[in-house]
């Protein structure tokens, strides 16, 4: 099992580019989640998905869009990326909503 | 607004001492979670606490979960090298699971 995978790992954008980053995952779990991590700051939730086809706003959702067509991936997407945006970005799933949660290797993204 | 406060945001200590980093935080829950994350990498789930009175241990680590209080503490013993890294709490306000709030977390470093 490759457990959570993200996609890209290193990213450079210029104000007003868009994007998207790729989550997968190979454990059938129900539950996905976008965090973003600040330095020297605790994870915070962009957007979360409770099953194939649903997603939902986490603490910080505004200038990011997902969608999770698939059970296995969940997308975030940047559509006018902002320095603001600068951020390290981590992927999780879990099972249930009362489990765990699996994280993936994260992603480093810079805004200039 | 939910709040999670750890406290202390650094800890430096000797191998074979003993310390407890605190997670206050400031809604009615009932699970807990802690994480630990090493520099540059991911999180990496460390304990689960899901009611009242809660404790888990696992080698020199050990977790607790006080609802009443609004507080989970997690005890190091003979604290190791190996344990430094920073570790974080997250609170479940909604007791569902999807909504996880993180604390700033606690960067332990033990020196040999």
């Known amino acids: 099992n490759a457990g959570v995978t993200q996609t890209p790992k290193f990213r450079v954008l210029k104000t007003g580019q868009s994007m998207t980053l790729l989550c997968a995952q190979d454990m059938n779990h129900e539950y996905m989640y976008w965090y973003r991590q600040d330095p020297g700051m605790g994870l915070r939730l962009i957007h979360y998905s409770v099953g194939e086809g649903t997603t939902a706003k986490g603490e910080v959702p505004d200038g990011y869009n997902v969608s999770r067509l698939k059970k296995q991936n969940f997308l975030l997407g940047l559509e006018s990326a902002a320095p603001s945006q600068t951020s390290v970005y981590f992927c999780a799933s879990s099972l249930t909503g009362t489990v765990e949660q699996y994280f993936g290797p994260g992603t480093r993204l810079t805004v200039t | 607004e939910l709040k999670v406060e750890q406290n202390p945001l650094f800890l430096s200590m000797q191998e074979g001492k003993n310390y407890t980093i605190y997670c206050n935080y400031s809604?009615?829950?009932?699970?807990l979670y802690w994480y630990r994350q090493d520099p540059g990498k991911s999180l990496e789930s460390l304990f689960v606490?899901?009611?009242?009175?809660a404790v888990k241990q696992e080698g020199r680590l050990m977790a607790s979960l006080d609802t009443k209080a609004r507080l989970s503490t997690l005890h190091i013993t003979a604290a190791v090298h190996d344990l430094s890294a920073t570790y974080f709490c997250?609170?479940?306000?909604?007791?569902?699971?999807?909504?996880?709030?993180f604390g700033g977390g606690t960067r332990l470093m033990v020196k040999p």
């Open positions: 809604t009615t829950s009932d699970r």
């Open positions: 997250a609170v479940d306000p909604n007791n569902a699971g999807n909504m996880l709030t």
């Open positions: 606490l899901l009611s009242n009175g």
